[in-house]
Structure formats: C-alpha cells, structure tokens
C-alpha cells in the first residue's frame, strides 16, 4: 500500500491521517496552519487505519497515554530529533522549548525548536501540544490554540478530593 489517507472525528473535529504502507507519516487538523509537506495524501481508504483510530479513541476517551504506532515522518535530521525528543514528554506535563534546546544540547536554540515543532506532520501522536512558551503560556498551535488548551486539559490529572464538603 502506497500513501493514502483516511477521515475520523474526533472531539476537536475531524482529523485527516496519512499513512504510507504501514506507517503513519501524518495527522492533520481542519484548517492545519501548515500545509503537509507530501507530495499528496493519496487516495482515500480506511484500510490499514483501524489501530490509529482506535487508539486515537482511547486517547480522547482518557483511557490511553501514549501511542503504540509505527511511525514514519517526514522532515529534517534536526526537526526529527526534535520530533522524537516530543515523544518523550510523559502523559500529563510540558516542556519549554528552551528545554528542549538544552536537551538537544544547544539551549540557544529554542526558536529553532519552536519551528521544528511547528511542522510536526503527526499531531497528537507527537505531542507538540506539550511545548509551552518560557513563561508557561500557550503559544502558536497547527491546530490553533483552542485545540492546544482542549489537548492539554484533557491530560491535566483529576484534582484530588481532600474529603472536606467546602
């Protein structure tokens, strides 16, 4: 199977998923602010999506915290080092994309980071949503800040009942 790319709702609208063979090389929001970078999203078909969807299900259902799919996407050798380094932000918390600069060894590199993760090609799987601004705040989002804040509410942990009635 070649490229090719299938359509699922989820609560922040429908998503668009590109795989090729079987691999994922992207997840798209309506009205991503970056084009993907593929030649095209080949053409339609739910086959070979059902793991995706269903794990994206399980996700959004808060029964799921991190992917188990194979994953190819497509970029530089430094966007994909960012890009991995993504994958490694546990359920539930963030990181400043100075941190991450310094985690890559360069800490001046932070606006480099901040545009690497701006073209992640799967959204969500690769959880860019868990890059904040140096001050904690949201910045730039491909699926807009809305989806950010939706994203990052549904991975906040339960607020602990203390017991009391007030």
Known sequence: MGVRHT????????????????ALVGLYFEGHKREPR??????????GFGEATRQLG??????????????AP??????????????????GEKRTYGELAAELGDPGAA???????GWNPISIVVPCHRVVGASGGLTGYAGGVDRKRFLLSLEEPPAEDDGRLF
Do not use: C, M
Not at 8 to 19: E, K, M, R
Not at 38 to 47: I, V, Y
Not at 58 to 71: I, K, N, P, S, T
């Open 7 to 22: 359509v699922t709702a989820s609560p922040v609208g429908d998503l668009t998923l590109v795989a090729d063979g079987t």
């Open 38 to 47: 593929l030649a095209g999203l080949g053409p339609r078909s739910d086959e």
């Open 58 to 71: 399980e996700y959004f259902a808060g029964e799921r915290r991190e992917f188990d799919l194979e994953l």
């Open 74 to 91: 497509r970029g530089s050798g430094f966007e994909r080092k960012v890009w991995d380094l993504l994958t490694k932000i546990p359920y």
């Open 111 to 117: 606006q480099a980071v901040g545009n690497a993760n």
